[in-house]
C-alpha cells in the first residue's frame, strides 16, 4: 500500500470513524489533512504534470469526455472534503463543542 493509497483512501476512513469518537477533533484535523492531501495530488496529477492521466494530454476518442468529468468531479469532491475537514476542525475548536452532541437538554422552568 502507497502512501497514496493511504491518504486518498484509508485516512479518510479513519477520519469517519474518529469523529464518532471523543477523538473527533483528531479526525477533523485528519479529514482536513488526507482530503487536502488528495486535492493537491489529484490536481496535480490530472492537471499539472504531464503523463498517461493528464487530462490535457490524452488522445480523442470515445473516452475523453468521461474521464474530463471524472476527472473535475474527483478532484471538486476532493476540495468539498477538504471544506468540510476544515469546518470540523473550526466547529470542534470553539468552546461549545465540548459537550457531547445529543447530550441531555435541561430546560429550567421560571418560578412565577
Same mark, same amino acid.
Given at each position: 500500500?502507497? #502512501?497514496?493509497?493511504?491518504?486518498?483512501? $484509508? !485516512? =479518510? #476512513?479513519?477520519?469517519?470513524?474518529?469523529?464518532?469518537?471523543?477523538?473527533?477533533?483528531?479526525?477533523?484535523? $485528519?479529514l482536513?489533512?488526507?482530503?487536502?492531501?488528495?486535492?493537491? @495530488? +489529484?490536481? !496535480?496529477?490530472? @492537471?499539472? #504534470?504531464?503523463?498517461s492521466?493528464?487530462? @490535457?494530454?490524452? +488522445?480523442p476518442? !470515445?473516452?475523453?469526455? =468521461? @474521464?474530463?468529468?471524472?476527472?473535475? $468531479?474527483?478532484v471538486?469532491?476532493?476540495?468539498?472534503? !477538504?471544506?468540510?475537514g476544515g469546518?470540523?476542525? $473550526?466547529?470542534?475548536?470553539?468552546? +461549545?463543542?465540548?459537550? =457531547? =452532541?445529543?447530550?441531555?437538554?435541561? #430546560?429550567e422552568?421560571?418560578?412565577?
Amino acid at each position: 500500500m502507497g #502512501i497514496c493509497d493511504v491518504v486518498i483512501y $484509508l !485516512a =479518510p #476512513i479513519v477520519a469517519a470513524v474518529l469523529l464518532w469518537t471523543p477523538l473527533r477533533l483528531a479526525g477533523a484535523w $485528519l479529514l482536513l489533512g488526507s482530503m487536502a492531501g488528495s486535492l493537491a @495530488f +489529484e490536481f !496535480a496529477y490530472h @492537471f499539472l #504534470i504531464p503523463g498517461s492521466d493528464n487530462v @490535457f494530454t490524452l +488522445e480523442p476518442g !470515445a473516452w475523453l469526455a =468521461p @474521464f474530463w468529468v471524472s476527472t473535475v $468531479l474527483l478532484v471538486a469532491a476532493s476540495g468539498l472534503g !477538504a471544506l468540510v475537514g476544515g469546518w470540523a476542525v $473550526l466547529r470542534l475548536q470553539r468552546p +461549545e463543542a465540548s459537550a =457531547p =452532541p445529543g447530550g441531555p437538554v435541561v #430546560i429550567e422552568r421560571g418560578q412565577g
